[in-house]
């Protein structure tokens, strides 16, 4: 089994994936990566709401399973994933082979709501029951691929930052 030397952030949407992906990097040396602006980049359209609304949701996860594959060689990285990422079992496989360590970062549907603002980039939360739905059903899958598991309820950006570099740090080889 390789050493652990990439981490993968997974949450649902709004849980703070990206934020703690870029503060938590730079504390490692590593690199922040944010799967979402690979898909775009790939996609040659502007946003990942114009891909679901030009092609839909299939082909954002086509798009979304083979950027996930294209990094599992990538190493001193911390992924920031979108919250589908667990749609697919075999995204997470191939993030976590050659040493990723997964880390769920755990938060409530309230402080979701409170944090996602405005969510026309997002086209999974068009609404509220239909976004709680989703949450209901992918909570145990989050819970079911994590390594690690991180509470962001009441805390800032900084704080589940730190937790998350105390519970990883001795599992890595640096
Ligand atoms: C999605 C989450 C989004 C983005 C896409 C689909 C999802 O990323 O990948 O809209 O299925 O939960 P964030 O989790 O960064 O919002």
Redesign the pocket.
Known sequence: MSPPNKIVLI?????G??AVAKLLAPQLGWNAH???DD?VSKSGLPS??AI?KEHG?GF?RDL?SSVALSLQETQRVVI??????I?RASNIEALKSNGGIVVYLRTSFETITQRAGDTS?????SDRASALQ?YMK?LPIYESFADIIVDTDDRSEEEVCTEVLHRVEPLLCR
Do not use: N, Q
């Open positions: 949450g649902f949407m709004a849980s994936k990206s944010h799967l979402d898909i990942v709401a679901f949701e954002f979304e920031a994933t979108g919250g589908g990422i749609t980039s997002r086209p999974l939360f989703l992918r």
